[in-house]
């Protein structure tokens, strides 16, 4: 079964820095997708960004970026220019593209706590 | 655009009482629906998904039960709820498997 780990629970960053959350994840599969979800305190869950397993450009939204290391199973989140706004939980999640059985299915991290400091 | 609503967004319950939570997808037709649950301090655990009208799949044995009555409608239910029912409960839609799922804004659920 597939697993998802963000180490980091709580990460702080000062307003205008940038700062980069961790994620791994173990699968077997060769092809996959993975996402950022942002949960701000209202507790509404934001898509950030997403990244196909088969693609080697790591994506890019605006400030978010990610390093997509396929080898090494790990996914990192890079917050740049970090706004206050940026404050929330951030999930990391994996999603199979086995979709015989998974119907798209979501496999989350427990998250980590940003806190973005005026 | 396509939508999602989910009511109500708080609700307190008694032990042994019924549920009815309900989600609605607007401005797409044939989704898959989810719910989750969100215990404190932990990530998302999904509970049933759907991928069309009457069919539900469970992930994990549970207090509650999941019903698809019309395409874009998805409720979660319980006869009689426990303590341990209590969490933030989030419901989702994507526009297939190889879409990413977007949330309604969830419902707290407190079970006195």
């Known amino acids: 079964a597939q697993t998802v780990t963000q180490s980091q629970p709580e990460m702080s960053v000062q307003e205008a820095e940038t700062v980069t959350l961790s994620c791994t994840y173990d699968t077997s599969e060769s092809d996959y997708y993975l996402f950022w979800y942002k949960q701000p305190p209202s507790r509404q869950m934001i898509l950030v960004i997403r990244q196909e397993a088969y693609k080697q450009q790591n994506a890019t939204e605006n400030r978010f970026s990610v390093n997509f290391q396929k080898a090494a199973k790990s996914f990192s989140l890079k917050i740049s220019d970090s706004q206050l706004g940026d404050a929330a939980m951030y999930f990391c999640a994996y999603r199979s593209s086995n979709y015989g059985g998974s119907q798209g299915n979501l496999i989350f991290g427990k998250g980590t706590k940003l806190s973005v400091k005026p | 655009s396509q939508t999602i609503h989910q009511w109500p967004a708080t609700l307190v319950q008694p032990v042994g009482s019924p549920l009815s939570l309900e989600c609605t997808v607007e401005?797409?037709?044939?989704?898959?629906l989810y719910w989750y649950r969100q215990a404190a301090g932990r990530g998302l655990q999904l509970l049933f998904y759907?991928?069309?009208?009457?069919?539900i799949s469970s992930e994990v044995p549970q207090n509650l039960s999941a019903s698809r009555p019309q395409d874009r409608q998805f409720i979660l239910s319980s006869k009689k709820l426990l303590l341990s029912d209590s969490g933030f409960y989030l419901c989702?839609?994507?526009?297939?498997?190889?879409?990413?799922?977007?949330f309604g804004d969830g419902t707290r659920l407190s079970i006195l």
């Open positions: 401005g797409t037709s044939n989704p898959n």
């Open positions: 989702a839609w994507s526009g297939g498997v190889e879409q990413p799922q977007h």
């Open positions: 759907s991928v069309g009208i009457g069919q």
